[in-house]
C-alpha cells in the first residue's frame, strides 16, 4: 500500500512532523506522532467511495470528525487544511480555501490500549467485557431512529456486495452461492420483524464498522472509534446488526463466552432482547465480510473459517427455554452464565436476570444498590410481567432463554412455562439449594455485583422458600456439578 503520487509530497510533509512513515490502509495513511496523529485520507476511488478529489477527501474528513467526536471527545480533535507556505513548503492551518490536502487530527493512543490487541493477549476481563457493553448501549442510546428504512432490501443489497466481494477474491464460488441462497431466505423469512424493528425505533445511523480494532481504552473506559463515514445507507442499520460485529469478533477471536457476556451486558442495559431474533442473518453477514477481506488479503486458511461460519450462523439449533431458580446465594447466576454460552444459537442464550431488570426498570447500572421501596410487592410484579414478557420475545425469535430469579411465587413460575409452552418451544425449570451455611457465606462475600440481597434478606426468604415444586431439584454446593445436572436435565 502507497499514498497516491499526488499526494506524495503531503505524505512526506506528515512523515516529517510525525518522526517517521505512516500505518496505512487501502483508503487512508496515519501518521503517528509524539502527541498528535495525523489521518490523510487517500486520493482513491472504489465501488463504495470516491477520496479523488481535495473537496471530496475534506468533506468526509468532517464527516468522520462529526460522527466519533461526540463519542470519542479526547481522541478527535479538528480537521485542518495542508496548506502552502509563500516560500512553497508545506504548512498546517485551520482553514485554507487554496489547500493541497486535508488532514484530521487526533491525540495518540498507545498501541496497547486498543482492544484487539488486548484481546489477542488475553486481556479481555470479565470486566472489560462487561464495559464493552456498555459502550455499545452507550453509543446507541441518542442516536435518532430512521423509522423510514427498509431493512430486507438494505441486508439483500449487503448480501450482493458480499458475494461480488466474495467471488473477487475467489473464495469457492459454490460455498458462496450457497451461503447466498440461506442468506436470501433467512432474510426473507425475518422481513416482517425487520420492518417492525424500523418502526420501532431500532434503526439507526450506527457506527457501522464496529469490531474490536475500532474499539480502544479511553481513560481506562472503551470508547469506539473510526465509525463508517463514506457510506450512509451501509451505516443505517438496525443497532442489532451494528452489535453483531463485535459479538462475531469476540466468537471467533476471544471465544463464545466473551460474545455471550457482551451480548447480555447489552441487552441488561436497553432491554432489547428482541434483536436476538436477528442475530442468525447479522453474525452470518459479518462474518462473510471478514471472510473475503481475509481472502482479498490472501489470507486463505483464516477465510476458509469464516466463510464455514458465515453458513453455520444460518442454521441455528432450535428455540428452547431454561429458568433457574433459588434462594438469594445459590448460583443461579453464575451458573446461568457457565451454560449459557452452549445453550442455543450462537453467541448462546440470552440471560435474563431478574436483579439486572429491576435496576435498568430504575434507571440505574446493574451494580447501584436500590432502596428498599424498589422491592415493593408492586415493583416485584412488575419486574416479574417484564422478564416473562422479554423471556417470550427472545424464545419467539427463536433464541435460547436462561431466566434467571429466585422464583419463590409459585404463579410466577406457572406464569412463566405457560407463556414459553403457548409458543410451542420447550421449557425446563430447575430450582437450585444449599445449606443455608453456604448460602450465607456467598452473600457476605459479594462485592459487585447486580443482587441487592443480604443475609437478612436471604433468611426471610428461608421462612417462606417454597421448594423445588414440579422443578427439578439441583445441589448447588458444588457449581459445576450442578452445571452438569443442569445440562444433563435439559438434555434429556
Known amino acids: 500500500m502507497t499514498v497516491p503520487p499526488e499526494q506524495a509530497e503531503t505524505a512526506r510533509f506528515l512523515s516529517q512532523l510525525a518522526g517517521g512513515p505512516p500505518r496505512e490502509t487501502h483508503i487512508s495513511a496515519v501518521f503517528i506522532g509524539a502527541d498528535t496523529v495525523w489521518k490523510l485520507k487517500k486520493a482513491v476511488r472504489m465501488p463504495f467511495l470516491d477520496f479523488t478529489t481535495v473537496a471530496a477527501r475534506h468533506h468526509f474528513l468532517r464527516r468522520e470528525l462529526a460522527l466519533n467526536q461526540p463519542h470519542a ?3 478527535y480533535r479538528d480537521v485542518a487544511a495542508v496548506g502552502r507556505r509563500p516560500d512553497g513548503s508545506l504548512a498546517l492551518t485551520a482553514e485554507d480555501e487554496a489547500a493541497v490536502d486535508w488532514v484530521l487530527r487526533m491525540a495518540p493512543v498507545p498501541e496497547q490500549d486498543f482492544l484487539d490487541v488486548i484481546a489477542a493477549a488475553g486481556g479481555l476481563t470479565l470486566a472489560l467485557q462487561d464495559a464493552l457493553g456498555d459502550c455499545v448501549a ?7 431512529p430512521v423509522t423510514d ?22 473464495l469457492p464460488e459454490a460455498e458462496v452461492r450457497r451461503w447466498q441462497q440461506g442468506m436470501e431466505s433467512a432474510i426473507m ?8 424493528r424500523a418502526g420501532g425505533g431500532f434503526v439507526r445511523r450506527c457506527h457501522g464498522d464496529l469490531h474490536l480494532g475500532n474499539l480502544c481504552l479511553w481513560q481506562g473506559v472503551p470508547v469506539a472509534f473510526d465509525a463508517l463515514e463514506f457510506d450512509e445507507a451501509m451505516a443505517t442499520i438496525d443497532v442489532g446488526y451494528d452489535l453483531a460485529f463485535l459479538l462475531m469478533d469476540l466468537d471467533h477471536r476471544v471465544g463464545r463466552a466473551a460474545a455471550n457476556r457482551v451480548m447480555n451486558r447489552y441487552v441488561a ?14 453474525l452470518s453477514q459479518r462474518a462473510m465480510v471478514r471472510a473475503h477481506v481475509l481472502a482479498a488479503m490472501e489470507r486463505g486458511e483464516e477465510a476458509q473459517v469464516y466463510l464455514q461460519a458465515a453458513s453455520a450462523y444460518l442454521s441455528p439449533p432450535p428455540a428452547r427455554v431454561l429458568a433457574i431458580g433459588g434462594l438469594q446465594g445459590t448460583g443461579k447466576s453464575t451458573i446461568a452464565r457457565a451454560i449459557a454460552p452452549d445453550f442455543g444459537p450462537a453467541p ?31 415493583a416485584n410484579a412488575a419486574v416479574n410481567h417484564a422478564l416473562i414478557d422479554l423471556a417470550r420475545t427472545g424464545a419467539a425469535g427463536g433464541h435460547g432463554v436462561i431466566v434467571d430469579a429466585t422464583f419463590l411465587d409459585r404463579a410466577m413460575r406457572h406464569d412463566l412455562g405457560a407463556a414459553i409452552r403457548a409458543e410451542s418451544i420447550p421449557f425446563t425449570g430447575v430450582w437450585l439449594q444449599a445449606p443455608l451455611a453456604v448460602l450465607e457465606r456467598r452473600i457476605a462475600a459479594r462485592q459487585g455485583d447486580a443482587s441487592d440481597a443480604t443475609v437478612a434478606v436471604l433468611r426471610q426468604a428461608v421462612a417462606a422458600d417454597p421448594g423445588a415444586g414440579d422443578w427439578r431439584a439441583v445441589d448447588a454446593r458444588d457449581g459445576a456439578q450442578a452445571v452438569r445436572d443442569i445440562r444433563a436435565a435439559v438434555a434429556g
Not at 423469512?189 to 417492525?196: H, I, N, S
Open 348 to 378: 448462546g442464550a440470552l440471560v435474563l436476570r431478574s436483579d439486572e431488570l429491576r435496576k435498568r426498570l430504575h434507571g440505574v447500572a446493574p451494580e447501584a444498590k436500590l432502596p428498599p421501596e424498589a422491592y415493593s410487592q408492586s
Open 138 to 144: 452507550r453509543y446507541h442510546a441518542p442516536l435518532p
Open 149 to 170: 428504512w427498509d431493512s430486507a432490501a438494505a441486508l439483500r443489497r449487503i448480501t450482493r456486495g458480499n458475494v461480488q466481494s466474495a467471488l473477487a477474491a475467489r
Open 73 to 75: 471527545p479526547g481522541i
Open 189 to 196: 423469512a425475518r422481513a416482517a420483524w425487520l420492518a417492525g
Open 269 to 282: 442495559r436497553t432491554g432489547d432482547a428482541g434483536l436476538t431474533a436477528g442475530l442468525p442473518v447479522f
